[in-house]
């Protein structure tokens, strides 16, 4: 079960001529989620500042 | 009894605190089952004799559409615990988890599109699958937009949670399309309740990809909500010593 199915690099990355489509939904869609947990992170930064602000001023 | 203990545990304070500790657990469970689900699913698991290479794509396509219908599902309990029960936290979750859900949706759906490709010849088909799928992701987006329009927050709330519980009949129409209608989407491989047609070698990292996916949609939902709760509540005293 734990054999690689491939020898070498060059047959990870090409994947029997279908690496492009695997390699690119794999990329796209951890890039995808990425990116949501930064804006998610950049959010609550905003929130924290716009209350620390209100705060100051009261 | 069942409104005052409802009551009691929604608290959008205890929601935070709670969330906040629960927040490291899953997110490192969450990659590490990613990590390992995705790398024995790419490297290990075999060929299929059928789609060659070509269905690893499954590993990320199957989880995202699996918590694209779950997260609707949440969010259409958690309507009704607003519509009920008039619990707050029940709106500002729906508010967070939309945005996820369509993020979710998308990956689907354009997995799913190119995973077509050297499988069906086609990247897109009008079947019953992928249609009311894509009717999902509209769905979302709809959700969110009706929310945005509203300057009253709480009738966006009110009318957001109907929405979304007119939607939720869209679910079992996704998860029953193949069976009910002739689509070139394949039947489902995996079953709960009966026996699953696809082999251990490629189950197996199948599931630890879905429970992987799941508790990073959670720890990114923990995240979501947290900015969203505290934005809602900034005029609450809990808000002010928290930040």
């Known amino acids: 079960m734990f054999n690689s199915t491939f020898n070498n690099f060059n047959e990870i ?46 | 009894m069942i409104t005052a203990f409802i009551h009691k545990f929604s608290s959008p304070k205890s929601f935070v605190i709670l969330t906040e500790k629960l927040y490291p657990f899953f997110i490192i469970a969450g990659v590490s089952m990613l990590i390992l689900g995705w790398t024995w699913g790419l490297l290990f698991a075999p060929q299929d004799a059928v789609q060659g290479n070509s269905y690893r794509i499954i590993f990320l396509h199957v989880p995202s559409v699996i918590f694209a219908e779950l997260i609707y599902f949440f969010m259409a309990v958690c309507a009704l615990m607003h519509l009920v029960w008039r619990v707050k936290l029940a709106a500002y979750l729906i508010k967070s988890a ?18 077509g490709i050297p499988t069906w010849g ?53 998860k029953k399309s193949v069976d009910w209608w002739s689509t070139l989407h394949q039947p489902a491989s995996i079953s709960v309740s009966g026996s699953s047609s696809i082999d251990p070698s490629m189950l197996y990292p199948l599931l630890i990809s879905a429970i992987g996916l799941g508790f990073t949609l959670i720890s990114l939902g923990i995240l979501s909500s947290r900015s969203y709760i505290l934005s809602r509540e900034k005029n609450k005293k809990w808000v002010s010593e928290r930040v």
């Open chain 1, 13 to 58: 990355l090409d994947m029997g001529g279908h690496g492009i489509y695997v390699w690119s939904v794999y990329l796209i869609g951890i890039s995808i989620i990425a990116i949501s947990f930064l804006i998610a992170k950049k959010r609550i930064k905003e929130v924290h500042k716009k209350i620390k602000l209100k705060n100051a001023s009261s």
């Open chain 2, 122 to 174: 086609t990247w897109w088909q009008w079947d019953a699958r992928i249609t009311s799928t894509l009717i999902l992701f509209i769905m979302y987006l709809g959700i969110l937009t009706l929310h945005a329009s509203f300057s009253n927050l709480e009738k966006a709330d009110r009318l957001m949670s109907i929405l979304v519980v007119i939607g939720v009949v869209n679910i079992p129409l996704i």
């Open chain 2, 98 to 115: 939309a945005p996820i859900g369509a993020m979710i949706t998308f990956i689907g759906l354009f997995s799913g599109s190119i995973w």
